[in-house]
Protein backbone atom coordinates (compact mmCIF):
# COMPACT_ATOMS: atom_id res chain seq x y z
CA UNK A 1 0.00 0.00 0.00
CA UNK A 2 1.24 3.29 -1.04
CA UNK A 3 2.62 5.68 2.26
CA UNK A 4 -1.07 8.66 0.80
CA UNK A 5 -3.55 5.36 0.52
CA UNK A 6 -2.01 4.41 3.89
CA UNK A 7 -2.37 7.69 5.33
CA UNK A 8 -5.70 7.85 4.24
CA UNK A 9 -7.39 4.28 5.34
CA UNK A 10 -5.50 5.61 9.15
CA UNK A 11 -7.34 8.87 8.87
CA UNK A 12 -10.26 7.19 7.99
CA UNK A 13 -9.92 4.57 10.85
CA UNK A 14 -9.32 7.34 13.11
CA UNK A 15 -12.81 9.12 12.87
CA UNK A 16 -14.23 5.66 12.72
CA UNK A 17 -13.32 5.07 15.71
CA UNK A 18 -14.29 8.25 17.17
CA UNK A 19 -17.53 8.42 16.08
CA UNK A 20 -17.78 4.63 17.27
CA UNK A 21 -16.78 5.92 20.71
CA UNK A 22 -19.00 8.94 20.78
CA UNK A 23 -21.85 7.11 20.63
CA UNK A 24 -21.15 4.40 22.99
CA UNK A 25 -20.36 7.33 25.67
CA UNK A 26 -23.56 8.96 24.62
CA UNK A 27 -25.85 5.43 25.51
CA UNK A 28 -24.14 5.22 28.55
CA UNK A 29 -24.32 9.09 29.63
CA UNK A 30 -27.52 9.73 31.28
CA UNK A 31 -29.26 13.12 30.79
CA UNK A 32 -27.37 16.34 30.35
CA UNK A 33 -28.43 19.62 31.49
CA UNK A 34 -27.63 19.67 35.37
CA UNK A 35 -29.25 18.91 38.21
CA UNK A 36 -32.77 19.94 37.17
CA UNK A 37 -33.12 19.06 33.67
CA UNK A 38 -31.09 16.07 33.38
CA UNK A 39 -32.76 14.38 37.13
CA UNK A 40 -36.16 15.17 35.63
CA UNK A 41 -35.35 13.77 31.94
CA UNK A 42 -33.70 10.68 33.91
CA UNK A 43 -36.98 9.83 35.82
CA UNK A 44 -39.53 10.53 33.06
CA UNK A 45 -37.00 8.35 30.66
CA UNK A 46 -37.45 5.08 33.41
CA UNK A 47 -40.91 6.20 34.41
CA UNK A 48 -42.19 7.38 31.00
CA UNK A 49 -45.46 4.89 30.97
CA UNK A 50 -46.88 6.82 33.95
CA UNK A 51 -47.49 9.57 32.65
CA UNK A 52 -49.82 11.19 29.52
CA UNK A 53 -49.37 14.62 29.98
CA UNK A 54 -45.95 16.10 29.74
CA UNK A 55 -45.51 20.42 30.14
CA UNK A 56 -42.56 21.37 29.37
CA UNK A 57 -40.78 24.54 29.62
CA UNK A 58 -39.08 26.89 31.99
CA UNK A 59 -39.18 27.76 35.75
CA UNK A 60 -42.17 29.15 34.78
CA UNK A 61 -43.67 25.81 34.13
CA UNK A 62 -41.61 24.44 36.53
CA UNK A 63 -43.16 27.02 39.68
CA UNK A 64 -46.56 27.25 37.80
CA UNK A 65 -48.31 24.04 36.82
CA UNK A 66 -49.15 21.38 39.64
CA UNK A 67 -49.47 17.94 37.90
CA UNK A 68 -51.62 16.53 40.97
CA UNK A 69 -54.08 19.41 40.66
CA UNK A 70 -53.93 19.91 37.03
CA UNK A 71 -54.79 15.81 36.78
CA UNK A 72 -57.87 16.29 39.46
CA UNK A 73 -59.32 19.02 37.48
CA UNK A 74 -58.83 17.95 34.25
CA UNK A 75 -61.24 14.37 35.18
CA UNK A 76 -63.70 16.97 36.57
CA UNK A 77 -63.86 17.99 33.26
CA UNK A 78 -64.19 14.56 31.93
CA UNK A 79 -60.46 14.39 30.32
CA UNK A 80 -58.94 12.80 33.16
CA UNK A 81 -54.69 12.45 32.67
CA UNK A 82 -51.54 12.01 34.84
CA UNK A 83 -48.70 14.78 33.95
CA UNK A 84 -45.73 15.28 34.84
CA UNK A 85 -43.95 18.97 34.87
CA UNK A 86 -40.66 18.94 32.95
CA UNK A 87 -39.82 22.65 33.19
CA UNK A 88 -36.82 23.67 33.76
CA UNK A 89 -35.40 27.24 34.92
CA UNK A 90 -33.72 29.51 32.20
CA UNK A 91 -34.51 27.04 29.29
CA UNK A 92 -34.29 28.44 25.88
CA UNK A 93 -36.56 27.77 22.87
CA UNK A 94 -34.26 25.62 21.45
CA UNK A 95 -33.81 23.70 24.97
CA UNK A 96 -37.19 23.17 24.55
CA UNK A 97 -37.52 21.91 21.80
CA UNK A 98 -35.15 19.26 22.18
CA UNK A 99 -36.59 17.84 25.27
CA UNK A 100 -39.71 17.88 23.42
CA UNK A 101 -37.56 15.18 21.35
CA UNK A 102 -36.23 13.39 24.37
CA UNK A 103 -39.88 12.75 25.87
CA UNK A 104 -40.94 11.47 22.29
CA UNK A 105 -38.12 9.09 21.99
CA UNK A 106 -38.85 7.81 24.89
CA UNK A 107 -40.95 5.84 23.57
CA UNK A 108 -44.15 5.77 25.93
CA UNK A 109 -47.08 4.51 23.80
CA UNK A 110 -49.40 6.45 26.99
CA UNK A 111 -48.48 9.78 25.83
CA UNK A 112 -51.32 11.60 24.66
CA UNK A 113 -50.34 15.35 24.59
CA UNK A 114 -47.50 18.12 25.41
CA UNK A 115 -47.75 21.01 26.75
CA UNK A 116 -45.14 23.48 25.44
CA UNK A 117 -44.10 27.03 26.85
CA UNK A 118 -44.04 28.98 23.76
CA UNK A 119 -40.82 31.15 23.84
CA UNK A 120 -39.68 33.71 21.72
CA UNK A 121 -36.49 32.73 19.70
CA UNK A 122 -33.10 34.55 20.88
CA UNK A 123 -29.94 33.40 18.78
CA UNK A 124 -27.16 34.09 20.72
CA UNK A 125 -26.06 31.84 23.66
CA UNK A 126 -25.11 34.70 26.52
CA UNK A 127 -21.76 34.66 26.99
CA UNK A 128 -21.58 33.16 30.31
CA UNK A 129 -22.85 29.99 29.33
CA UNK A 130 -20.66 29.19 26.22
CA UNK A 131 -19.35 25.68 26.41
CA UNK A 132 -20.79 25.02 29.96
CA UNK A 133 -22.55 21.49 30.28
CA UNK A 134 -25.96 23.10 30.30
CA UNK A 135 -25.88 24.76 26.89
CA UNK A 136 -23.78 21.56 25.00
CA UNK A 137 -26.37 19.15 26.16
CA UNK A 138 -28.87 19.95 23.54
CA UNK A 139 -26.66 20.70 20.84
CA UNK A 140 -27.38 17.82 18.50
CA UNK A 141 -27.79 18.33 14.95
CA UNK A 142 -31.40 19.17 14.59
CA UNK A 143 -30.99 21.83 17.87
CA UNK A 144 -27.96 22.98 15.77
CA UNK A 145 -29.36 23.35 12.11
CA UNK A 146 -32.77 25.16 13.78
CA UNK A 147 -30.37 27.50 15.60
CA UNK A 148 -28.20 28.17 12.19
CA UNK A 149 -30.97 28.32 10.13
CA UNK A 150 -33.02 31.36 12.23
CA UNK A 151 -30.05 33.04 12.19
CA UNK A 152 -30.07 33.22 8.58
CA UNK A 153 -33.19 33.60 8.39
CA UNK A 154 -33.11 36.61 10.22
CA UNK A 155 -30.53 38.92 9.31
CA UNK A 156 -31.76 42.31 9.75
CA UNK A 157 -32.39 41.57 13.48
CA UNK A 158 -28.54 39.61 14.15
CA UNK A 159 -25.69 41.53 15.55
CA UNK A 160 -22.98 39.40 14.81
CA UNK A 161 -25.03 36.41 12.74
CA UNK A 162 -22.05 34.50 11.50
CA UNK A 163 -20.43 34.29 15.00
CA UNK A 164 -23.06 33.26 16.36
CA UNK A 165 -23.51 30.35 13.87
CA UNK A 166 -20.08 29.51 14.41
CA UNK A 167 -21.02 28.99 18.17
CA UNK A 168 -23.31 27.08 17.58
CA UNK A 169 -21.86 24.83 15.26
CA UNK A 170 -19.03 24.87 18.03
CA UNK A 171 -20.83 23.70 20.78
CA UNK A 172 -22.67 21.14 18.24
CA UNK A 173 -18.97 20.06 17.95
CA UNK A 174 -18.18 19.81 21.73
CA UNK A 175 -21.94 17.95 21.92
CA UNK A 176 -20.46 15.37 19.43
CA UNK A 177 -17.34 14.41 21.10
CA UNK A 178 -18.89 14.88 24.92
CA UNK A 179 -16.90 17.48 25.71
CA UNK A 180 -18.37 19.05 29.03
CA UNK A 181 -20.19 15.77 29.80
CA UNK A 182 -18.21 13.48 32.33
CA UNK A 183 -20.47 14.02 34.90
CA UNK A 184 -23.52 12.94 32.70
CA UNK A 185 -21.41 9.56 31.61
CA UNK A 186 -20.40 8.94 35.43
CA UNK A 187 -23.97 9.34 36.37
CA UNK A 188 -25.05 6.61 33.35
CA UNK A 189 -22.65 4.11 34.85
CA UNK A 190 -22.84 4.57 38.98
CA UNK A 191 -26.10 5.96 39.40
CA UNK A 192 -24.81 9.00 40.81
CA UNK A 193 -28.22 11.03 40.88
CA UNK A 194 -30.96 8.35 41.89
CA UNK A 195 -31.52 9.86 45.04
CA UNK A 196 -32.62 12.95 43.18
CA UNK A 197 -34.51 11.77 40.58
CA UNK A 198 -36.52 10.03 43.00
CA UNK A 199 -37.84 13.08 44.71
CA UNK A 200 -38.58 14.37 41.34
CA UNK A 201 -40.53 11.62 40.97
CA UNK A 202 -42.33 12.02 43.85
CA UNK A 203 -43.95 15.28 43.30
CA UNK A 204 -44.08 14.81 39.20
CA UNK A 205 -41.16 17.16 38.64
CA UNK A 206 -43.04 20.14 40.71
CA UNK A 207 -41.41 22.10 43.52
CA UNK A 208 -43.30 25.52 44.70
CA UNK A 209 -40.83 28.34 45.02
CA UNK A 210 -41.73 28.52 48.80
CA UNK A 211 -39.90 24.85 49.29
CA UNK A 212 -36.66 25.65 47.91
CA UNK A 213 -33.75 26.89 49.03
CA UNK A 214 -32.54 30.56 50.70
CA UNK A 215 -31.93 32.09 47.75
CA UNK A 216 -35.04 32.49 46.33
CA UNK A 217 -36.21 33.86 49.52
CA UNK A 218 -34.32 36.80 48.98
CA UNK A 219 -35.64 37.32 45.86
CA UNK A 220 -38.81 37.12 47.15
CA UNK A 221 -37.86 39.70 49.64
CA UNK A 222 -36.09 41.64 46.64
CA UNK A 223 -39.46 41.93 44.98
CA UNK A 224 -41.06 42.88 48.22
CA UNK A 225 -38.28 45.83 48.71
CA UNK A 226 -39.35 47.19 44.87
CA UNK A 227 -43.64 46.25 44.88
CA UNK A 228 -44.31 50.09 43.66
CA UNK A 229 -42.08 49.26 40.76
CA UNK A 230 -44.16 46.52 39.91
CA UNK A 231 -47.35 48.29 40.38
CA UNK A 232 -46.47 50.84 37.96
CA UNK A 233 -45.63 48.13 35.34
CA UNK A 234 -49.36 46.53 36.07
CA UNK A 235 -50.74 50.20 35.64
CA UNK A 236 -48.79 50.23 32.29
CA UNK A 237 -49.68 47.32 31.23
CA UNK A 238 -53.41 48.16 31.32
CA UNK A 239 -53.27 51.71 29.73
CA UNK A 240 -50.87 50.08 26.92
CA UNK A 241 -51.08 46.93 25.10
CA UNK A 242 -47.96 46.72 23.64
CA UNK A 243 -46.37 47.75 26.98
CA UNK A 244 -44.07 45.04 28.59
CA UNK A 245 -41.21 44.68 31.16
CA UNK A 246 -39.55 42.53 28.74
CA UNK A 247 -37.85 44.92 26.48
CA UNK A 248 -35.76 42.36 24.77
CA UNK A 249 -35.90 41.79 21.32
CA UNK A 250 -38.17 38.83 20.14
CA UNK A 251 -37.39 37.07 17.11
CA UNK A 252 -40.68 35.51 15.87
CA UNK A 253 -39.19 32.47 14.25
CA UNK A 254 -41.90 29.80 13.77
CA UNK A 255 -39.69 27.18 12.43
CA UNK A 256 -39.22 25.48 15.64
CA UNK A 257 -42.60 25.30 16.86
CA UNK A 258 -43.30 23.60 13.47
CA UNK A 259 -40.35 21.48 14.23
CA UNK A 260 -42.13 19.87 17.15
CA UNK A 261 -45.75 20.01 15.71
CA UNK A 262 -44.16 17.70 13.19
CA UNK A 263 -42.58 15.90 15.91
CA UNK A 264 -45.15 14.93 18.13
CA UNK A 265 -47.38 14.31 15.33
CA UNK A 266 -45.60 11.73 13.63
CA UNK A 267 -46.05 10.13 16.82
CA UNK A 268 -49.39 10.81 17.35
CA UNK A 269 -49.17 13.30 20.21
CA UNK A 270 -51.09 16.49 20.60
CA UNK A 271 -49.35 19.52 21.17
CA UNK A 272 -51.29 22.66 23.08
CA UNK A 273 -48.78 25.64 23.47
CA UNK A 274 -48.82 27.83 26.37
CA UNK A 275 -47.59 31.35 27.16
CA UNK A 276 -47.08 30.74 30.85
CA UNK A 277 -47.94 34.00 33.25
CA UNK A 278 -44.67 35.92 33.20
CA UNK A 279 -43.30 39.52 33.83
CA UNK A 280 -44.83 41.06 30.83
CA UNK A 281 -48.15 41.20 28.78
CA UNK A 282 -48.76 39.08 26.03
CA UNK A 283 -47.08 40.53 22.91
CA UNK A 284 -48.88 40.60 19.34
CA UNK A 285 -46.76 38.25 17.70
CA UNK A 286 -48.26 35.83 20.38
CA UNK A 287 -51.52 36.49 19.44
CA UNK A 288 -50.93 35.47 16.01
CA UNK A 289 -49.05 32.54 16.40
CA UNK A 290 -52.06 30.09 16.89
CA UNK A 291 -53.58 30.97 13.18
CA UNK A 292 -49.82 31.07 11.92
CA UNK A 293 -49.02 27.33 13.24
CA UNK A 294 -52.30 25.80 12.97
CA UNK A 295 -52.67 25.15 16.75
CA UNK A 296 -53.87 26.16 20.38
CA UNK A 297 -51.61 28.64 21.99
CA UNK A 298 -53.15 29.70 25.16
CA UNK A 299 -52.24 33.56 26.46
CA UNK A 300 -51.75 33.96 30.09
CA UNK A 301 -50.47 37.39 30.62
CA UNK A 302 -53.02 39.71 30.27
CA UNK A 303 -53.80 41.90 33.13
CA UNK A 304 -57.43 42.74 32.27
CA UNK A 305 -58.60 39.20 31.81
CA UNK A 306 -56.24 38.02 34.85
CA UNK A 307 -55.71 39.85 37.53
CA UNK A 308 -55.16 37.25 40.03
CA UNK A 309 -51.91 36.80 38.01
CA UNK A 310 -50.60 40.41 38.45
CA UNK A 311 -51.60 40.86 42.38
CA UNK A 312 -48.39 40.60 44.54
CA UNK A 313 -50.45 38.02 46.99
CA UNK A 314 -49.94 35.29 44.21
CA UNK A 315 -46.92 36.37 42.95
CA UNK A 316 -43.44 34.90 44.33
CA UNK A 317 -41.13 37.41 42.48
CA UNK A 318 -41.90 39.79 39.22
CA UNK A 319 -41.60 36.69 37.05
CA UNK A 320 -43.36 33.94 39.18
CA UNK A 321 -46.51 33.20 40.59
CA UNK A 322 -46.75 31.57 43.95
CA UNK A 323 -48.23 28.61 45.53
CA UNK A 324 -51.37 30.22 45.60
CA UNK A 325 -50.95 32.06 42.53
CA UNK A 326 -50.09 28.54 40.86
CA UNK A 327 -53.21 26.63 42.05
CA UNK A 328 -55.00 29.43 40.51
CA UNK A 329 -52.87 28.98 37.13
CA UNK A 330 -53.47 25.80 36.75
CA UNK A 331 -56.96 25.24 37.58
CA UNK A 332 -57.56 27.98 34.83
CA UNK A 333 -54.92 25.86 32.37
CA UNK A 334 -56.94 22.28 33.22
CA UNK A 335 -60.26 24.46 31.97
CA UNK A 336 -59.01 25.79 29.01
CA UNK A 337 -56.91 22.21 27.98
CA UNK A 338 -60.00 20.30 28.10
CA UNK A 339 -61.86 23.10 26.19
CA UNK A 340 -59.05 22.72 23.28
CA UNK A 341 -59.39 18.36 23.52
CA UNK A 342 -63.54 18.58 23.14
Same mark, same amino acid.
Given at each position: ??????????????????????????????????????? /???????????? *???????????????? %??????????? /?????????????? !?????????????????? $????????????????????? /?? #??? +? !????????????????????????????????????????????? +?????????? #?????????????????? =?? *???? =??????? $? @???????????????????????????? %???? =????? *????????????????????? /???????? @??????? $???? %??????????????? *??????????????????? @???????
Amino acid at each position: MTPPLRGAGLTLLFFLGLGMGSAILHAIAAPGGGRISGV /KTAWYQENANQY *DTVAIGTSRTYRSFIP %DLFDREMAKHG /KPTTSFNLGVPGAT !WLEIHFLSREILKAGNPH $LKRLLIEYRAFYPAIIEKNIF /KG #RTV +Y !WHDWPATTLAVQGIQNNLELARNPYRDSFVHLQHFLCWTLNIGQA +YEIGDGLLGL #RTNQSARAGASNGWIPLE =AD *DANL =AARRQLF $L @DHIDDFREDVRHMVEDEVYSREDVEAWH %DLEI =ARSII *DAAEEADVEIVFVQMPGQGRD /KPFEKRVA @DDLGKAV $LLYN %DPEKYPAFYDEEFRW *DVGHLSESGSTIFTEILAE @DVAAVLE
